[in-house]
């Protein structure tokens, strides 16, 4: 307890002197101890003399010292002084360096991993294009793909273990800690197997006398489609639910039953199934993708050009 008290005592004296500290001083006493001459030094530094010749008194005052001495020799500095000098331009190659803007990102030569959160949405429809586009203008670096669950990873995201969530918005954590942006939008479509002869257009009435097939890449038990047709006062009968789309197109190619999902999606998976899309009733929901990062990160380079890679994706900027 004792060492604790000290440690905080020894600190505050310490931030005491600091606050007595004007580091435009020290910029003034490392001028004056290269060039040995209060005009040399106030050309170095931009001032006029008499301003260096201010500069030096007040330095003088800071240190409770000297600092420079005429002698027969010229100004030379006071022993103190010189036992600061190597600390003091130490210090201030240090906070030049540090206090730098960060050296620009460079996509043709970085060998950078970035963590992406998806969806499988944001697998099947975005990773391709992703993927595209890492190969065209950062040849060197990697993507690491993770699979969004319901929640937003806040945690994952502050330790920088995850570089960019694409995902719904509305699982953000209450808190307001993240950024996040609308990215992509995509209209709800339904599919069925193909060959029964049916509307092309389904109504309310036909869409609920089917059963259906729900899946549920995010684990959650209910969707758009269900919080939407509750606000009508209704629901669907859900036969199955799978966690995957490619499941859920082959039970409903060899069923009479039913599925709700992302046009881009039901797009590729009639490709591989005997499956027919049908347009959903008047008013259906739409399907929408946010890019959501945290601030913490959001002025690193890669980060910035992450995010602009993102939002060039020609895949993100059509709606369905």
Not at 39 to 63: H, T, Y
Request: hydrophobic share 40%; glycine share 4%; with cysteine.
């Amino acid at each position: 307890m004792d060492s604790g008290n000290n440690y905080i005592d020894d600190m505050n004296d310490i931030y005491r002197q600091l606050r007595r500290l004007d580091l435009n001083l020290l910029v003034v006493f490392d001028a004056l101890m290269r060039e040995q001459s209060v005009s040399k030094a106030a050309q170095r530094c931009f001032l006029s003399q008499p301003a260096m010749s201010n500069a030096l008194k007040r330095l003088r005052g800071m240190l409770d010292d000297p600092v420079l001495v005429r002698t027969t020799r010229g100004m030379m500095p006071s022993p103190r002084a010189q036992a600061l000098a190597g600390t003091i331009r130490s210090l201030l190659n240090q906070l030049g360096t540090n206090l730098q803007p960060p050296a620009p990102f460079d996509p043709q030569t970085s060998r950078r991993d970035f963590t992406i959160a998806l969806t499988s949405y944001g697998e099947n429809v975005l990773l391709p294009e992703i993927s595209h586009a890492f190969c065209a203008c950062a040849p060197g670096a990697r993507v690491d793909i993770t699979r969004l669950t319901e929640q937003v990873p806040l945690e994952a995201l502050e330790r920088g273990e995850i570089d960019l969530v694409v995902g719904v918005r509305e699982y953000l954590p209450p808190q307001k800690q993240l950024r996040s942006e609308p990215y992509l939008r995509d209209r709800l479509v339904c599919v069925a197997k193909k060959g029964r002869r049916r509307s092309r257009r389904l109504s309310l009435r036909q869409f609920l006398a089917h059963r259906h097939v729900y899946p549920t890449p995010l684990g959650i038990k209910h969707n758009i489609v269900d919080e939407w047709l509750a606000r009508q006062d209704t629901q669907r009968d859900i036969a199955v639910s799978t966690h995957s789309y490619l499941v859920a197109a082959r039970i409903v190619s060899e069923t009479d039953y039913l599925l709700s999902l992302p046009s881009r999606i039901a797009e590729q998976l009639v490709g591989l199934f005997p499956l027919e899309v049908l347009e959903p009733p008047t008013d259906f929901p739409a399907f929408e993708l946010n890019l959501i990062w945290h601030p913490l990160y959001e002025n690193e380079p890669a980060i910035r050009w992450l995010l602009e890679l993102m939002r060039r994706l020609e895949v993100a900027g059509a709606s369905g």
